[in-house]
Each structure stands twice: as C-alpha cells, then as structure tokens.
C-alpha cells in the first residue's frame, strides 16, 4: 500500500483488534494503555450485518431485501474474521485532515502483521465496494479496485452485482 507523501498522516502502532463490529469497522486497543476505540475503515463501505438505520437506507437506495443485505454483511464479517480475528496486532493510519466520520469514529487504513491493508484486501476481494463519503486519498485506486473485484464476481458479487 503506497500513501501520498505530502498528506500527513498520524501512525498508530502497539494496537489490536478486539472485536469485529462488521465488514467496515472493529474495536481496536492500544496493547499498552488499554484504551480502546471504534475504527470505520476508509475508503469502504460493507453491507450491515444486522437490522438498523444504515440497513433501512441501503435497502432503498439498492432496492434490495433487508434480509438479503444482511446475509451478504455477515459473509464480509466473517471474511474479516479470517484475516484479522481479534487478538490481531495491527498498525493504525489516519489521514490527519480527516479523521473522524460523521459519527466520530476514528477513519483508518488497518496495516496488518503482513503488511497487507485490510481496507485494500475487502474491496479487492469483493467483501465491500468502494465509497466516496468519507474523503480518502486511495479512492481512485479503490475504486478501481472495486470494478475489477465486480467484474470477476469475487466475494459478495459473485450472489449480486449490487450492495
């Protein structure tokens, strides 16, 4: 993963992930003061893996069934699950200029033990779609990314081209 060098960036290390939320955030701790957060991931957007407002407004904007979304929000989950269980020792990125989500959840790139980035790997793998919402300076590249996990039909497109 390559990150434009003239953005600053705030790296966080000494973290791990101690719960999957779903196939865009996790609660992540700092290994040495305890201190535990939300991460959103940027650049991404995974299906809802249970009923909510967000599902509600995806289910209209897809025109697609609430049920059908959320069994697709539990396969990204568990992708997740098989590349970063909890316990997984992970670096932090965060784009300083924006780093917090509408929600105020901290935005990060999740850098794990092998260097890959988990945000990198779900688009690429079909298990989320690229998004605009949050600024992100790899959205090209995820978008990108994202065309070619579709037209391969990888992960969740291989049950629909629309999520």
């Given at each position: 993963?390559?990150?434009?060098?003239?953005?600053?960036?705030?790296?966080?290390?000494?973290?791990?992930?101690?719960?999957?939320?779903?196939?865009?955030?996790?609660?992540?701790?700092?290994?040495?003061?305890?201190?535990?957060?939300?991460?959103?991931?940027?650049?991404?957007d995974a299906p809802e893996n249970k009923r909510?407002?967000?599902?509600?407004?995806?289910?209209?904007?897809?025109?697609?069934?609430?049920?059908?979304?959320?069994?697709?929000?539990?396969?990204?989950?568990?992708?997740?699950?098989?590349?970063?269980?909890?316990?997984?020792?992970?670096?932090?990125?965060?784009?300083?200029?924006?780093?917090?989500?509408?929600?105020?959840?901290?935005?990060?790139?999740?850098?794990?033990?092998?260097?890959?980035?988990?945000?990198?790997?779900?688009?690429?793998?079909?298990?989320?779609?690229?998004?605009?919402?949050y600024y992100c300076s790899n959205l090209a590249?995820?978008?990108?990314?994202?065309?070619?996990?579709?037209?391969?039909?990888?992960?969740?497109?291989?049950?629909?081209?629309?999520?």
């Amino acid at each position: 993963m390559q990150f434009d060098a003239i953005a600053p960036y705030l790296i966080e290390i000494h973290c791990k992930i101690t719960r999957v939320l779903d196939g865009d955030s996790c609660m992540v701790q700092n290994i040495f003061s305890k201190d535990e957060k939300e991460i959103r991931l940027y650049g991404l957007d995974a299906p809802e893996n249970k009923r909510n407002r967000k599902l509600i407004e995806d289910e209209k904007k897809a025109r697609v069934a609430g049920e059908f979304l959320i069994q697709l929000g539990r396969k990204s989950t568990d992708f997740v699950l098989t590349i970063a269980p909890p316990g997984t020792n992970v670096t932090l990125i965060t784009e300083e200029k924006y780093f917090f989500d509408f929600y105020k959840r901290q935005l990060a790139y999740i850098i794990l033990p092998d260097g890959s980035c988990l945000n990198e790997t779900l688009i690429t793998e079909g298990y989320a779609k690229a998004l605009d919402e949050y600024y992100c300076s790899n959205l090209a590249k995820y978008q990108q990314l994202n065309f070619l996990a579709k037209q391969s039909a990888k992960g969740l497109y291989a049950f629909t081209s629309i999520f």
